[in-house]
């Protein structure tokens, strides 16, 4: 049964903040010596009797649809391989347009990375993505908010501005906003780091605001992309610069030459892959300056979906993919993209049970 994604030799510990449980991750061997098994939603189930695998997956089909373990029936318009929030983005706008869309998912349950797991005491971890922020109102600068609000999905979210974090060199209490933790930087590392994190806000300023001034949802394949993008142009065009051509590659390498202390390095590193489930060299640029520009507003809060990561993919599925006509088939692994001519024209598909198509 595949696993969730997860950091290589990472493990899980909870910490509580403000009003609501946060996880944060640490290197395995400074918890326990070894990595945990870390399985998914259903991988227990999955092993256990054939009565308690007939309920999960009875409890999918009720979730997802009751065909959703069938093989795909006719000829989309539109294939999408995965069902992570990615995929699932792109499948539901596509249906929304009014194209027929399959999803093919590998997975027993979509959200890819973005899903969690339960531990035999009832605890909810979250086993990638966790830490989000602009993911509700219809003047969102993240660009999952804005598709939520182009498909008019209703995501409830928790509202929070602090955690608590539990690293090798102690414990501190850390929240948005820029002189909380420079205080922690003090405690931990003296004014060497603050200047540098200092400098490090100086460089991400602009980039920053580079990265939120032509929103993705923006962009369409059609004349009409005049309209919905044009007006953003001139700010676009008045934050570009340079760097902000590094905002396509990884934030590692953005910062590469700014970012020296180990502290920091790590820290950034945490926060990436609590972000997107990937360390700093694994993580996009343009996301870790939305987060510099998003944190640093006044007033910010941190959001977390009532349900966790999993509800982000359901709402996807339910309120975006389904609504509009198109279809998740789970168990379906793509084992080959059909290409005749130089183009996609189809793929071969393995279902659960062996069956191919």
């Not at 694994?282 to 510099?292: C, K, L, R, S």
């Amino acid at each position: 049964q595949p696993r969730p994604r997860r950091a290589p030799g990472a493990s899980s510990c909870s910490a509580r903040g403000g009003t609501m449980g946060f996880v944060v991750r640490v290197p395995a061997a400074q918890v326990c010596g070894r990595p945990p098994r870390c399985p998914s939603p259903l991988a227990r189930p999955l092993r256990s009797s054939r009565c308690t695998l007939r309920r999960a997956l009875a409890s999918a089909r009720e979730k997802y649809g009751e065909d959703v373990f069938e093989p795909a029936s006719g000829e989309p318009d539109v294939v999408v391989i995965g069902a992570g929030i990615g995929g699932l983005c792109c499948a539901a706008l596509a249906a929304s347009y009014g194209m027929s869309v399959t999803v093919l998912e590998s997975h027993d349950v979509p959200g890819g990375a973005a899903h969690a797991w339960v531990n035999k005491d009832g605890y909810h971890f979250e086993s990638g993505p966790s830490l989000y922020s602009g993911m509700t109102g219809k003047n969102s600068t993240n660009p999952l908010g804005q598709v939520f609000a182009a498909l008019d999905i209703d995501l409830p979210c928790h509202k929070y501005k602090n955690w608590m974090c539990h690293l090798p060199e102690g414990s501190f209490l850390t929240e948005v906003g820029a002189k909380q933790f420079m205080d922690v930087l003090r405690e931990f590392r003296g004014e060497a780091a603050v200047s540098e994190w200092r400098a490090l806000q100086q460089f991400m300023e602009p980039l920053a605001k580079a990265s939120v001034a032509l929103p993705p949802a923006s962009f369409r394949s059609d004349p009409g992309v005049v309209l919905t993008a044009g007006k953003y142009l001139p700010n676009a065009l008045g934050s570009l610069s340079p760097a902000a051509l590094g905002l396509t590659g990884s934030f590692r390498d953005l910062v590469k030459g700014v970012v020296k202390d180990e502290f920091i390095v790590n820290w950034l590193d945490l926060l990436c892959f609590l972000l997107s489930g990937q360390d700093a060299g694994g993580t996009i640029a343009a996301e870790v300056a939305f987060m510099f520009n998003e944190w640093y507003q006044p007033n910010c809060e941190l959001d977390f979906p009532v349900g966790g990561s999993q509800a982000m993919a359901d709402a996807l599925v339910g309120q975006g993919l389904r609504k509009y006509g198109g279809k998740l088939k789970l168990g379906a692994h793509v084992e080959e993209i059909l290409v005749e001519g130089g183009e996609a024209r189809g793929v071969r598909v393995r279902y659960r049970g062996g069956k191919t198509q």
